[in-house]
């Protein structure tokens, strides 16, 4: 309904695609990355790790099965087929839009989603080349531009040249949420520390039976402690871990004060750098559903779902307050850290896997163990 449009994917190199523009007919800018999964694009395109991005799907067709309700949502209020409130990605990159699409659970396609959000998608694209442009000089800054006339190219190069870059932007009053959120009555809870949670984090801790308590990414430790949560969890979320600086200071008091505490994704990058490692940005990131890790306590390896373009800087480690625990099995990135001494874990990949492998679904288990088994902050 939306696509046959004109659509040219721009690079600040100044290198100029050619597609078919679909969605909604717009122009953005912002970092290009890609995503090695094959499926999962309603999760993927709501996860808000992906704010500031135009996202490549490496998967030649996308689309084929739409996309479900948006509004239907599960007994905690939590939207049971999304990662967010909207799509996150500022456009969409694709080698082929299927433009029919047929599933149960269909309420739209892709394709009239994209419209309905204002976001920008472009097909016809050869995204295996794409993919190896970005491995080989790392990602890079794109202007997306989808019109129903003419594109003048030389006017979007010159906006691109002007545009923010990724790596100065700030996110998180964009993604996190702006007051408490509460979902179940537990008496037992968890504070999740919302830097761009996905709701998959908040239904994983639904599931091990305690009341989540989600908080702005800026909150105190005070105002967290007043809760008297059994532990914190601190999301994933777009972005450098080092502008954070609230939040360090945050999970820096909560290893002081040894409350339970778990990161994922950009929270592992957060309480990391409280406890004396590095961060470093990657040449072009892990996102993907296929990525392989060693856990070090049991050599055993683990396929897990990855959105990240910071990371752990692995030297950093030694003179830090942390042990390694997982190691990426093809590039050796740090993966996962376990606190010397304090009830604090931390993993670089995302054990709520949504969508993706449930390998990784025991971390939580472990912050169970924690909370549970381990000093209180009170000891």
């Excluded at 998608?121 to 794109?142: C, F, Q």
Aim: glycine share 8%; net charge negative; proline share 4%.
């Amino acid at each position: 309904m939306h696509a046959n449009k004109f659509g040219k994917l721009i690079f600040d190199d100044g290198t100029v695609l050619d597609g078919m523009g679909f969605g909604y007919p717009t122009t953005v800018f912002g970092e290009i990355v890609f995503n090695t999964g094959m499926v999962g694009y309603t999760e993927t395109l709501t996860d808000p790790s992906y704010s500031g991005q135009i996202l490549t799907i490496t998967y030649p067709l996308v689309g084929n099965y739409g996309v479900p309700d948006p509004s239907i949502k599960d007994k905690d209020g939590i939207p049971k087929f999304f990662e967010s409130d909207k799509i996150q990605l500022r456009g969409l990159v694709v080698h082929e839009l299927s433009l029919t699409a047929s599933h149960w659970n269909l309420s739209m396609t892709l394709d009239e989603w994209l419209y309905k959000e204002k976001i920008p998608g472009i097909s016809g694209i050869d995204t295996r080349e794409l993919t190896k442009n970005l491995r080989t000089g790392g990602v890079k800054m794109a202007a997306l531009a989808v019109s129903d006339t003419e594109i003048n190219v030389n006017e979007i190069k010159k906006q691109l040249a002007l545009a923010p870059h990724y790596n100065s932007e700030q996110f998180m009053d964009t993604v996190s949420t702006k007051q408490e959120m509460i979902y179940g009555n537990e008496q037992k809870s968890v504070v999740v520390i919302d830097t761009g949670t996905k709701n998959a984090i908040l239904r994983n801790i639904r599931e091990l039976g305690y009341k989540v308590i989600r908080l702005p990414w800026n909150t105190t430790f005070e105002k967290i402690m007043s809760y008297h949560p059994k532990g914190v969890v601190i999301s994933n979320g777009p972005g450098d871990p080092q502008k954070c600086s609230e939040t360090i200071e945050t999970a820096r008091k909560l290893i002081d004060k040894n409350v339970p505490t778990l990161g994922i994704c950009l929270g592992a990058q957060i309480i990391g750098l409280a406890g004396n490692t590095e961060t470093y940005k990657l040449k072009y990131g892990h996102r993907g559903q296929n990525k392989s890790c060693v856990n070090l306590e049991n050599d055993q390896v683990y396929v897990t779902s990855q959105n990240h373009g910071y990371g752990i800087t692995p030297e950093s480690l030694k003179a830090s307050e942390f042990n390694l625990w997982f190691t990426n099995a093809d590039d050796k990135t740090v993966e996962g850290i376990k606190h010397k001494k304090q009830n604090c874990i931390a993993v670089q990949f995302h054990p709520e896997a949504a969508p993706g492998p449930y390998d990784c679904k025991f971390v939580f288990e472990e912050l169970k163990h924690l909370m549970e088994e381990g000093k209180s902050a009170e000891e």
